[in-house]
Structure formats: structure tokens, C-alpha cells
């Protein structure tokens, strides 16, 4: 094979959907495959390396994320020297699909999934889902699933009003209900964050012995982005891909959060809506001894005003100089 990156490395961004697929089909089949699914989807598969990543992506969410509009996993490929399959589609679809499930079982009948020493399946939202239900392919994958719908049967979570649309799509068919496609797979780990109440009631059914659910309280509805801010998703990704991704490893990384600007400020929202004072004074100290942000300086400001007038009790440490006088600088 060809140097395997320098094709990889060209950029997509800006193309019609249409020369899009189409360049990187090329791309594909310069290195692995390309495989057509119908209207709304296709594949396309770059062989490297003795790990395979398998990821769910849609094309406006390429587009989004990517500076080069392509697939999140070419990072992985390029810089790690995994295998690569992906899995993309236009809009948000959950994947269901007849020629989508087709095209699994006939890689199921190839023993395609056992040509690799290692297996993770990747996705996030509607692309998580996907990824949770098709990691029954391939037993004894690693499953690494942000937001994940569970299912969208009504008759199951009536309680989730965001994709009504989806009502008529049969989630009870082949690589239907998730949580239970999971049960191949050798471990999963599903990131939410718990104050998102719908995502953390589609996580709760995903409890499973071989599960771990990752809470990542005050991240917000768009973990994904944060992960990617936050340069962690692929390092999550490669632990992932060499059997070292636990809870503590995890949640290492993700101390990343502490510099995140949305994080921060949704922490922040989250004290004042529960009327957490003290701990906002604490959360504001801690923020403006590391970081130049003036929303925090100016909401500790505020909360110290608060404290002088009797509202609350500072906790103990210095508090902000007095603002220094605006002289007019007019001549």
C-alpha cells in the first residue's frame, strides 16, 4: 500500500455534499473501502492497523467538528495507526436502516471483526445509539457511547419529547433496543451529564454489568464539543483502544474541565440556581486565582456586596481589592 496518511491528508472542507462523498469515497478506496448504503448513508473503511475504530458520523457533524471536514477518526488513523471504519450519514437517522444492518451481517459472515486484536465502536447522541446497538458485530469490543438514546419506541420512552419525528421508525427490529446489543461487548462506557435529565434517563437503561456510566455533572447537552475543547476525546479514544480506559482514567482526564469556559459558567448558573452562595464565592476565588475571566470577577465582586449586607457569611480569604476610581481621561 501507498504511504497510508498522504491521502488522508487532503482537505474536504467547502465541497457540495455531493463532491464531498464523493472525494472521500476516493480516499476510501485508496485505502480500504467505500461501501454506498442507501440514500441517507455509507461507509468507508481504511486499512492500517491491528485496532479498528468503528465510528458512527454524520455529515453536518463532520462538517462541524472538522477544520478538514473529515471523519473524526482519521485523527486516530493518521496519528495512531488504527483501522478505520465509518460509518456516516446525512442527518440525524439513528442508523436504522435495512442495507445498514445488511452491510453488518455481512461483515459478521467475513469474520471481518476478527481480523483485529482490538475493537472500539465510537459515537455520540443519535451516532452513540448506532454504536451501542451495532457493537453486537463484533464480541468482546470496546464501547465508548456520549449521550446515547437507549431506544426511541414510544412505547419505551414516551418520556423523550425531543425526536417525536422518530416515532414511526422501528426501533424494535434487528439492532433495535441498545442497552441489551451491549451485552457482547467486553466493556461500554456511557458519558452523560446527570443534570440533563432525558440523557440520564436513557443512560439509566443502560445499566449493565459490563457498563460503566460516566457522569460529568454541568457539561451540558454537547459533551462531545466540550471533549473536543478540551483536546481529551482522543486520548479517551486511545485508552480506549488499548484496554486502559477505566473510571479513574477517565476522570482524570477530565479535569480538563476545570479551564473549560462553558463548563465553568454552567457551574457557575448551576450554584445560582440552587442558591449556593458560599460555593460560588469558593468556585469564583478558585477561577480568578487561575484564569483572567471577567464574569467571575465581577460575579465575586457582586457576591462579596451580597455578603456585606448581611445576605450570607463569606467563607474565609482575601476578598477583592476596591475597583479603583474611572478618571476622565478628556482633556
Known amino acids: 500500500m501507498q504511504d497510508d496518511t498522504d491521502i488522508l491528508e487532503q482537505d474536504l ?68 495507526g488504527w483501522s478505520h471504519l465509518c460509518v456516516i450519514s446525512d442527518g440525524d437517522t439513528w442508523f436504522r436502516e435495512a442495507r445498514i444492518y445488511g452491510f453488518f451481517d455481512q461483515l459478521i459472515d467475513d469474520g471481518f471483526f476478527e481480523e483485529f486484536d482490538n475493537v472500539v465502536f ?15 458485530a463484533a464480541p468482546g469490543a470496546t464501547v465508548v457511547a456520549i449521550q446515547p438514546q437507549a431506544t426511541l419506541d414510544p412505547r419505551m420512552t414516551e418520556w423523550d419529547d425531543r425526536f417525536v419525528e422518530m416515532r414511526r421508525t422501528s426501533f424494535t427490529d434487528r439492532y433495535g433496543y441498545a442497552p441489551d446489543m451491549l451485552d457482547a461487548a467486553d466493556r461500554a462506557f456511557v458519558l452523560y451529564d446527570p443534570y440533563q435529565s432525558l440523557d440520564a434517563m436513557h443512560a439509566a437503561l443502560y445499566a449493565r454489568p459490563n457498563v460503566t456510566r460516566l457522569r460529568l455533572p454541568c457539561m451540558g447537552d454537547a459533551i462531545q464539543t466540550r471533549l473536543i475543547e478540551m483536546d481529551i476525546l482522543y486520548r479517551i479514544m486511545s485508552l480506549a483502544g488499548s484496554g486502559r480506559l477505566t473510571a479513574n482514567a477517565f476522570h482524570r482526564l477530565a479535569r480538563a474541565r476545570r479551564d473549560n469556559n462553558v463548563y465553568l459558567r454552567n457551574v457557575l448558573n448551576r450554584l445560582d440556581y440552587l442558591d449556593r452562595p458560599y460555593l460560588n464565592v469558593l468556585l469564583c476565588r478558585n477561577v480568578n486565582d487561575r484564569r483572567r475571566l471577567p464574569r467571575f470577577r465581577r460575579r465575586l465582586r457582586g457576591l462579596e456586596q451580597r455578603a456585606t449586607d448581611g445576605e450570607f457569611r463569606l467563607p474565609p480569604g482575601p476578598v477583592l481589592p476596591p475597583e479603583k476610581p474611572q478618571t476622565d481621561s478628556a482633556h
Open 122 to 136: 465510537y459515537g455520540a447522541g443519535p451516532c452513540g445509539y448506532a454504536a451501542a446497538a451495532f457493537s453486537v
Open 13 to 80: 472542507s467547502g465541497l457540495k455534499p455531493a463532491e464531498w462523498q464523493a472525494r472521500l469515497a476516493e480516499m476510501a478506496e485508496e485505502n480500504g473501502m467505500y461501501q454506498p448504503l442507501g440514500d441517507r448513508h455509507f461507509a468507508t473503511f481504511i486499512d492500517q492497523g491491528n485496532t479498528l475504530l468503528v465510528t458512527f458520523e454524520s455529515r453536518q457533524g463532520i462538517e462541524s467538528f472538522s477544520e478538514t471536514a473529515q471523519p473524526l477518526g482519521f485523527d486516530l488513523v493518521k496519528n495512531l
